[in-house]
């Protein structure tokens, strides 16, 4: 039997073979039966729909006629994008990305597609299927290289976004690459890139870097703010805004400055940005939702202070922090008040066991993923790799032997997301301890060497 080429010799084909007439398979896909009758003479097209309930019908698997379909679109027929539009969103739900490149790549010879590609691109990431998002936005990217549009920046900061993983390296090189575009965002949009860049950044302990960006987002969210107050008016609906009040944004760098000093050491620094952050009299607005944030951003200011006494020796601090820290309830928050407390006793060579143990739980790696899943992922895997080696360092340092186990646990994470300051340090901490390691630990760490390698 000569190999069928067509989804309407395969439709033809079930027919003849299982005895049917038109109207039988009609009745059986779904499809009306004249519709059906046109489309085995060629005379009209197959929607999405249609092809849908004709593979239902031949009780084949949902993408089964997809490629068929794009020979059927593009070289036997005219492509057009009420076809093709439901056509790249099947394809997504399925997971045939193979299918979104190849249609992409063809419909980009004729660049009037650009426009309805990005738009697709927008929904698509927006509906959470990044990874096909992704395909769209690298093709509109290469059909506008030469045009510096505004839409070539959105397409680089959407891909910046669904770059940003668990792997460090490839988010330096993610953030690098986007960041030469942000300043063709429009300000709204800016906003939020600088933002995410920061954090980016400060996973990397790029502190630079991160300050870098917070003085821009400062600058562009005054600018705004100022604008709106001349205004005195609320953006028209479907106007471009960011995800939070231009006021969060002004806030936000000074608690993104407040870090940047926490991690250069300069404490005075800290503080005065604590002081800046805290302090939302300045905002003219006057709601519900203005409260909310200004008590937010006390609420992590209060933390903050205790976070600075810590760090510049007090441990008479430590019951009342960690007392606060528990009744916030915020996983988060815990994490973070762990791995601070575990650095100030390493500063300051305090005995923080019962802390180790109220805490402990946060050393699952299993729990981290149950809390932090995709959620600034590169921050809080930046934060659990220090916690892992800061706890290693302290039960090693006070002659517990767990501690080797803990720094191999370190390791292996250090090296899974590329981490390459927390390699180091457990590097160098395993051999100075190494007199404390048994055959076992010694061979796992020579296998995770030899990955690093």
Sequence with gaps: MAQKTTIR?????????????????????????GTLSRILSQKQPISMGQLERITSGLNLPTDHFYEMYIEECFFNGTPTWRRLRPFLFRCADTD??????????????NLAYTPMLFETAEELFHQGKKAAAAILYKHVSTSEKYQ????????????????????????LRAATLF????????????????????HVYGSLHRWDKVDMMAK???????????????????????????????????????????????????YEGMKHYIQMYSDGDWIQEKSSEVQAIIEQFQEWAKAD????????????????????IVAQGVDSYKLKAFLYIIEAANRHNWNVD????????????????????????????DEYARLLVEVAMYHL??????????????????????????????????????????????NQYQKLIREVQ
Excluded: W
């Design 354 to 381: 019962p802390y180790i143990n109220q805490f402990s739980v946060y050393l699952s790696y299993e729990k981290f993923k149950e809390l932090f899943g995709e959620y600034n992922q590169q921050v809080y895997a």
């Design 96 to 109: 045939r990305l193979d299918c979104i490149e190849r249609v992409v790549t063809t419909l980009l010879d």
């Design 179 to 198: 960041e030469g575009y942000v300043e063709r965002l429009d300000q709204e949009y800016q906003l939020d890139a600088y933002k995410h860049l920061a």
């Design 305 to 324: 202070l205790y976070i600075c006494r810590l760090m510049t020796g007090h441990y008479d601090v430590l019951p009342e922090y960690v007392k606060y």
């Design 216 to 266: 821009e987002m400062h600058r562009i969210a005054t600018i705004l703010y100022n604008q709106n107050q001349l205004r005195r008016q609320k953006p028209q609906e479907g106007s471009r805004s960011p995800e939070k009040p231009v006021y969060y944004y002004i806030l936000y760098s000074y608690l993104i400055r407040s870090t940047v000093c926490e991690h250069n050491g300069d």
């Design 397 to 442: 340092r006070n002659g517990k032997r767990e501690g080797i186990e803990i720094l191999l646990q370190s390791l292996d994470f250090s090296i899974a997301i590329n981490n390459k300051s927390n390699i180091i340090k457990s590097v160098a901490l395993f051999e100075q301890y190494r007199v404390k390691a048994d055959k076992n630990d010694i």
């Design 148 to 171: 510096h549009s505004e839409r070539l920046a959105i397409c680089q900061y959407k891909l910046f976004l669904i770059s940003i993983g668990n792997d460090q390296d490839a988010n």
């Design 9 to 33: 010799d395969h439709i033809e084909d079930y027919i003849e073979q299982n005895g049917m007439n038109i109207n039988r398979f009609a009745n059986i896909s779904g499809v009306n039966s």
